[in-house]
Nanobody, 122 residues
C-alpha cells in the first residue's frame, strides 16, 4: 500500500509562487510515476503534471506549461510541484497521485493523497 502526504498549500496572491510537496511511502519510490492533479470548486479533477520513476520524463498540462515545474528527489521519496505566476484560476485542491505512467496520465492512479488547498487571491 502506497501512502502519500501532501504539504505546502495555502493562500498566495496572484503573481506569486508556491511549492507543493508530496512524500511517499510503502513502495520503492523509483518504481512509481508520480503526479499532481487539481480540482477547482464545481469542476472535475484534472491532470496537472507527471514525472517518471527515475525522473527522465515529465508531462505538463497545457494550462500550466511555462508556469509549473514537476520534480522529484528520489533520496527523499518526495515529489514537488513548483508553481509560479499563479492566478486565481489556479485555486483548487491539489492532489498527489502515484501509479504507473499510463494510469497516472489518464488521471486514474490507484494511489491518492488527501489533497491540499491552494487559494490564489486577486
Amino acid at each position: 500500500q502506497v501512502r502519500l502526504i501532501e504539504s505546502g498549500g495555502g493562500l498566495v496572491q496572484a503573481g506569486g509562487s508556491l511549492r507543493l510537496s508530496c512524500a511517499a511511502s510503502g513502495r520503492t519510490f523509483t518504481s512509481l510515476t508520480m503526479g499532481w492533479f487539481r480540482q477547482a470548486p464545481g469542476k472535475e479533477r484534472e491532470f496537472v503534471a507527471a514525472i517518471s520513476g527515475i525522473g527522465g520524463s515529465t508531462l505538463l498540462a497545457h494550462s500550466v506549461k511555462g508556469r509549473f515545474t514537476i520534480s522529484r528527489d528520489n533520496a527523499k521519496n518526495t515529489v514537488y510541484l513548483q508553481r509560479n505566476s499563479l492566478n486565481p484560476e489556479d485555486t483548487a485542491v491539489y492532489y498527489c497521485g502515484a501509479d504507473d505512467w499510463n494510469r497516472l496520465v489518464a488521471a486514474m492512479p490507484d494511489y491518492w493523497g488527501q489533497g491540499t488547498q491552494v487559494t490564489v487571491s486577486s
